[in-house]
């Protein structure tokens, strides 16, 4: 796949632009904007993604900081391949693809100013202590939930360290598509997106 040049300053790249591989996750484009949306994030921040998957979220999340820093952390190796074909596909060099298991992996990293969670590979409540403490006072941690369980435990454990802002928004996507001359609505899996900000 050739470079891609990617000139606007809004999230939201459109997903097939982005490498993918079967059966490696990768959250979509309107779920993308609403992530990117909820870290509020700036010039020179350091940013946490665990469970880069594919990486979009790390590429975008890559371009809004521009000289900041970017760890991409992911436990599957054809996936940190994955992550570093997109990363060159789009010409970013501020990321840092951390390969192995979260949390062990989230602790040599320098302190984060935002934490995506997307994938926990089981160990959820775990990465979460562990984001906590090396998320700064006043950072942002976001996280996406796909099954039932994971929404509500990120939202609790949120509100009992004292995070403010706290939110969780269920997102139901559904794009319209051809069916012969005319188009019918294709919905995505909900996708529930909990953010909160981390106390000074």
């Given at each position: 796949?050739?470079?891609?040049?990617?000139?606007?300053?809004?999230?939201?790249?459109?997903?097939?632009l982005?490498?993918?591989?079967?059966?490696?996750?990768?959250?979509?484009?309107?779920?993308?904007?609403?992530?990117?949306?909820?870290?509020?994030?700036?010039?020179?921040?350091?940013?946490?993604?665990v469970?880069?998957?594919t990486?979009?979220?790390?590429?975008?999340?890559?371009?809004?900081?521009?000289?900041?820093?970017?760890?991409?952390?992911?436990?599957?190796?054809?996936?940190?391949?994955?992550?570093?074909?997109?990363?060159?596909?789009?010409?970013?060099?501020?990321?840092?693809?951390?390969?192995?298991?979260?949390?062990?992996?989230?602790?040599?990293?320098?302190?984060?100013?935002?934490?995506?969670?997307?994938?926990?590979?089981?160990?959820?409540?775990?990465?979460?202590?562990?984001?906590?403490?090396?998320?700064?006072?006043?950072?942002?941690l976001?996280?996406?939930?796909?099954?039932?369980?994971t929404g509500?435990?990120?939202?609790?454990?949120?509100?009992?360290?004292?995070?403010?802002?706290?939110?969780?928004?269920?997102?139901?996507?559904?794009?319209?598509?051809?069916?012969?001359?005319a188009?019918?609505?294709?919905?995505?899996?909900?996708?529930?997106?909990?953010?909160?900000?981390k106390?000074?």
């Open positions: 796949m050739s470079r891609i040049d990617w000139p606007y300053v809004t999230p939201g790249i459109p997903d097939h982005f490498k993918r591989a079967g059966g490696i996750p990768m959250t979509k484009q309107e779920i993308r904007m609403i992530v990117l949306g909820k870290l509020r994030l700036f010039p020179g921040a350091v940013v946490y993604d469970g880069a998957g990486g979009s979220i790390t590429v975008e999340c890559a371009m809004q900081v521009k000289h900041g820093t970017v760890y991409a952390l992911e436990k599957d190796g054809s996936a940190d391949e994955l992550v570093e074909a997109n990363v060159r596909r789009f010409g970013l060099n501020n990321i840092k693809l951390v390969p192995g298991l979260a949390p062990a992996t989230m602790e040599k990293l320098p302190a984060a100013d935002r934490i995506f969670i997307g994938g926990s590979a089981g160990a959820l409540p775990e990465i979460l202590q562990t984001a906590d403490r090396k998320l700064k006072p006043g950072g942002w976001a996280a996406t939930a796909v099954t039932l369980e509500p435990l990120v939202l609790k454990f949120l509100e009992e360290q004292g995070y403010q802002q706290v939110e969780a928004v269920s997102v139901t996507v559904a794009e319209a598509r051809q069916a012969g001359k188009h019918m609505w294709q919905g995505q899996n909900p996708v529930v997106v909990v953010s909160g900000q106390p000074e």
